[in-house]
């Protein structure tokens, strides 16, 4: 049973250019959450969705961020127009169901802006 | 909205025993979960409580005191490998998310 997949492991942007970070979920899980996390600092929530569905936004920057979980294919954390303060780790995680289920995180993507 | 508290930063040896705290203020409480990470990868699942008491695993333990919104993850017989941040979670019923902690980092020293 494969876990949760990201990729790119690791992604280098020039600023000013988008970001692409994909996320699928473990088998059998329909909600998806995103995290970023800075060196040295916790994990901050940044949206959760379900399939089709965007259910929580309120972590997101109201610029330039844009996610999606389509009914088929990994979900999506968009980057546009990328600046150096966004480097960071994007964790994303899944659960079978919503609230009290544990999430499984995947290995991370790791965005470094030049 | 929510708050949860941990300590920054802990130090311990190898061999003892470490208590790691979360106080966390909350509306809609569904659980409390620990999760583990060590540097430079993703957290991992270590613990649930949604009721009151002591969960013990293996030489890791966590309580809940829903009455005081406090929980405490136990350490026992300390490794190299424990070092690590954990963090601690709660879930919402209104929220139906998680939200975490910043974690505390634990240094097991030899």
């Known amino acids: 049973n494969a876990g949760v997949m990201q990729n790119p492991r690791h992604l280098v942007r020039r600023r000013g250019q988008e970001a692409r970070l994909r996320c699928s979920p473990m088998k059998g899980h329909s909600h998806v959450y995103w995290y970023r996390q800075l060196p040295e600092e916790g994990l901050k929530f940044m949206v959760y969705l379900q399939k089709e569905n965007i259910i929580d936004e309120s972590g997101m920057p109201k610029e330039r961020f844009s996610a999606e979980f389509p009914k088929e294919g990994p979900s999506i954390l968009r980057i546009q127009q990328v600046v150096r303060g966004d480097s960071a780790a994007y964790f994303c995680a899944s659960s079978q169901g919503q609230g009290a289920y544990e999430q499984y995180f995947g290995p991370g993507t790791r965005l470094t802006v030049t | 909205g929510q708050n949860i508290d941990q300590p920054t930063e802990m130090t311990a040896t190898e061999g003892a025993i470490v208590q790691i705290n979360c106080t966390y203020q909350?509306?809609?409480?569904?659980?409390l979960f620990w999760y583990q990470q060590h540097a430079g990868e993703a957290p991992t699942f270590l613990s649930y409580n949604v009721l009151d008491g002591l969960e013990e695993k293996g030489r890791f333990s966590s309580f809940l005191s829903r009455s005081k919104g406090y929980s405490y993850l136990l350490l026992k017989e300390l490794q190299m490998k424990d070092s690590a941040s954990y963090l601690c979670a709660v879930s919402n019923t209104n929220a139906g998310k998680s939200t975490f902690g910043d974690g505390t980092t634990l240094t097991v020293k030899p």
């Open positions: 909350t509306s809609g409480f569904n659980g």
